[in-house]
């Protein structure tokens, strides 16, 4: 898995597909419980992910409000850099 929001996003997709895919018969099976199980864990790391990302903006915000240039972090990134990251500077 690579660390970036877009995986995470399909990831989840992933796993709501799993679950929709069930048959009848998985339906009643030991297998709904283990992949509700795993939806859970999944949903409850994706939103500690979201989270850190979201304190990590807040911080640039705020560094930027207070006229701090800070480089883009790479859990940003949507593209692979061909260049270092760009510096960005936030006004109100």
């Known amino acids: ?3 970036r929001a877009n995986n995470l996003h ?3 997709f992933a796993q709501l597909e799993r ?3 069930l048959d009848e018969g998985e ?3 030991e297998l709904l419980v283990n992949e509700i199980k795993r939806a859970e864990a999944i ?3 994706s939103a500690q992910i979201i ?3 979201q304190m990590v903006l807040d911080a640039m915000k705020f560094a930027a409000s207070a006229s701090i240039e800070v480089d883009l972090p ?3 990134v949507i593209k692979e850099p061909t260049a270092p ?3 960005i500077s936030y006004k109100r």
Do not use: C, R, T, Y
């Open 1 to 3: 898995m690579k660390n």
């Open 10 to 12: 399909n990831s989840l």
């Open 19 to 21: 679950l929709s895919d």
């Open 27 to 29: 339906m009643k099976s």
């Open 43 to 45: 949903v409850k790391v």
């Open 51 to 53: 989270n850190n990302g």
């Open 74 to 76: 790479e859990m940003f």
């Open 85 to 87: 990251p760009k510096q």
